[in-house]
Structures are given as structure tokens and as C-alpha cells.
């Protein structure tokens, strides 16, 4: 595994070659991430979550309070399996290491494929872009009950057999802390799902993060917010994932059998501006590969986004104006390279 090989280059990841390396300004100054903070860690068991009144029980009012501070959170005691979870991320490995050659076939910097393996990028000064030091697949995982038909047979059936029963958990994972999350805002307990509709867009990615010789000078994954409504991330046995805090980056520690939560641009518009979508960002190591799947669950292109009327008021005015969807997406790509600004667009003035 030392000498991983992305899809799309001609030489091992041996040593870090300049199309890698990020101008000094862009570089993750990782003395300077604090330890003294941290996302906070929410036990979905805790009895009161089933009080028969529901809107203030323990576990509302934490995720709430992530939501508003942190915009992510860590789940543990969420009921889906250890196993399922396992199955996933030695899929997950397994397709990254699977021979160059056979990789290259699903690689693609079309953004409008479905199905796709990529690196991510950063544009910088001059126009020149940065490689990350990683590589990721992504994919549908609508219909929720079985993607498998629509997955390439190069990965073999081992991935879509343990990503069809991961999908089915996190399927009915989302929507139990949606719900949570709506009751949070004080609005209907189905509420959020309603306004995704029946036909939600889900996409997941794999990530895979060789390790690095030198991770002071490049990134994992660019800085960025999530541009859906909710993440779920898995990750393998090895941090790598900083958050935003008060302009102080922190770091997410792996912690066994939990997920991380967080929330993408669309609850942050639809909560006008209560709940927040966070920048954050991986970093890699030198000790080994990391590993972590991310699952989003977002609106489908034509569904209609803006602040939930509930939570308007004289004293709560409309910070966002409504939009298609699929007007957002087509703003998140014109900005592909960037620190996006995507929701800023669609802000109203005060
Ligand atoms: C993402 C993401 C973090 C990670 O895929 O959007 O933020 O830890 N992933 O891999
Ligand atoms: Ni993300």
C-alpha cells in the first residue's frame, strides 16, 4: 500500500511532486489545529430520547445545540451494526486496491456522470491546479433498497453487496436524526423528509487517503461545506477530518463504531441561517491509508429550497431567497476549484 497509484497518473505516490504541493498560504498549518476542543459526541440510546415529550428530551437539545455551534456532531449507540460498518470500509479499501489500470476505467472529470472516480482539486493563483492526496468514487444510492445494478461491474460484487445493506442502514439512520433535527427547529417531526420528497438526491463517496510522505504541504480534501442537507461519515480507524470552530481549525478523532454527522448548505437555508453548514476539510498522515465513506442524503433537482415559513416571523425575516435546487448545483459547479461560496448567492440583503 505504500506505493498507492492514482487512477489517472503515471507514477506511484512515492514522494510528493510539485502538482501536489499548495501555495504556503493554502497549506493546513497543522501545529496550529487545537485539541482543546471538539465536535460533540451524542449517545442516540440516552434514555430520554424516548420521553413522550419528545421536544425536550436530552438528545433534541444536543443535536440542536451541535447543529447551531458546530454544525457536525458524532453519533455512537445509532443501532447499525459494527458489521455492516466493517464490510463497508474493506469494500471500500479493496476498490482502492484494485490494479491502476482497472481504476482508470471509472475515471472521469466529468461532473455530470453519475458514476465516477476522481480526484478533487484546488485552483490557485495562475490558474494552475493542485492535486489532493487522494482518491474518491462516487455513486447513486437512489433507490435506497438496491443501487447494485447501477455499479460498474470493474469494482466486482463484494462493494455493491456490502454497500447495499450499508445504504439500507444509513437510509433509515437519516431519516430517525432528520426527524430529531426537525424537532429541534420546533417544526413537524416529518417536516424536513417531506420537503425532500419522495425522490431524494443521495449520493455517496468512498474516500481513500494514501499515506503521505510530507502532510504539512498538501490536503486530503479541499476546504468545503457539504452542499446537500445531511452527511453521515464513516471513517476507518484513522482521523483525518478538521472542522471551522470560532476561525480555529479542530480535529474529529475516529472513534469506534460512531458516525459523524454533519449538516449540509440546504438545512442551513431551510433553518434560515439557525443551523449551520460548516467548512471543513481532511488532512492526511504518514503512518497508513485512511478510509471514510461519505453519504449524502439532499433534495432532488427540482425541489423548491428557501427558509421554512415556520420560522419566519417580524423578528426572524427570510435571510435567503427560495431557489430550484438545481440552480444551487449549477452555482456549486461554476465555483468547482474554489472555496465556494455557494449559499452567500442566494443570501437577501438585510
Ligand atoms: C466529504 C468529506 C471527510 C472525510 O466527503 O465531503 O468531507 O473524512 N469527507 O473523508
Ligand atoms: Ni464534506
Avoid at 445504504?167 to 424536513?192: H, M, P, T, Y
Avoid at 453521515?232 to 480555529?248: F, R, T
Wanted: aromatic share 8%.
Amino acid at each position: 500500500m505504500n506505493s498507492f497509484q492514482l487512477a489517472d497518473d503515471s507514477a506511484p505516490l512515492l514522494s510528493l511532486s510539485p502538482k501536489f504541493i499548495l501555495p504556503e498560504d493554502k497549506r493546513p498549518q497543522l501545529s496550529e489545529v487545537t485539541s482543546l476542543d471538539s465536535i460533540p459526541i451524542i449517545d442516540l440510546s440516552d434514555r430520554s430520547c424516548n420521553d413522550d415529550d419528545s421536544s425536550s428530551s436530552l438528545v433534541v437539545q444536543k443535536i440542536s445545540r451541535a447543529c447551531e455551534e458546530y454544525g457536525f456532531f458524532q453519533i455512537v449507540n445509532h443501532g447499525v451494526p459494527e458489521q455492516v460498518c466493517n464490510k463497508m470500509v474493506s469494500a471500500i479499501t479493496d476498490l482502492f486496491n484494485l490494479p491502476p489500470e482497472k481504476r482508470k476505467q471509472l475515471y472521469t472529470t466529468d461532473h455530470t456522470k453519475t458514476t465516477k472516480l476522481y480526484n478533487y482539486y484546488l485552483q490557485v493563483e495562475g490558474g494552475e491546479k493542485v492535486k489532493m492526496w487522494s482518491e474518491c468514487f462516487s455513486h447513486s444510492w437512489y433507490p435506497i433498497e438496491d443501487v447494485t445494478h447501477l455499479l460498474p461491474q470493474e469494482i466486482g460484487i463484494q462493494y455493491g453487496e456490502a454497500f447495499s445493506e450499508y445504504a439500507r442502514e444509513i437510509g433509515s439512520l437519516v431519516r430517525r436524526v432528520l426527524g430529531l433535527i426537525s424537532i429541534g427547529l420546533g417544526i413537524e417531526e416529518d417536516c424536513l423528509l417531506k420537503i425532500l420528497g419522495d425522490e431524494p438526491r443521495l449520493r455517496a463517496q468512498a474516500n481513500f487517503y494514501p499515506p503521505c510522505p510530507d502532510p504539512e504541504l498538501t490536503l486530503g480534501l479541499p476546504v468545503h461545506t457539504d452542499v446537500n442537507v445531511l452527511t453521515v461519515i464513516l471513517q476507518s480507524q484513522v482521523s483525518g477530518l478538521q472542522v471551522i470552530k470560532d476561525g480555529k481549525w479542530i480535529a474529529v478523532p475516529a472513534i469506534p463504531n460512531a458516525f459523524v454527522i454533519n449538516l449540509g448548505d440546504q438545512i442551513q437555508v431551510l433553518s434560515n441561517g439557525r443551523f449551520k453548514s460548516v467548512h471543513h476539510r481532511a488532512v492526511t498522515n504518514k503512518l497508513g491509508p485512511r478510509v471514510s465513506m461519505a453519504m449524502f442524503y439532499g433534495p432532488n433537482l427540482e425541489t423548491i429550497i428557501g427558509p421554512i415559513e415556520e420560522l419566519i416571523d417580524d423578528e426572524h425575516p427570510p435571510r435567503y431567497t427560495s431557489y430550484r435546487f438545481s440552480e444551487f448545483l449549477e452555482e456549486f459547479y461554476n465555483q468547482e476549484g474554489s472555496r465556494r461560496m455557494v449559499k452567500e448567492v442566494f443570501e437577501l440583503p438585510n
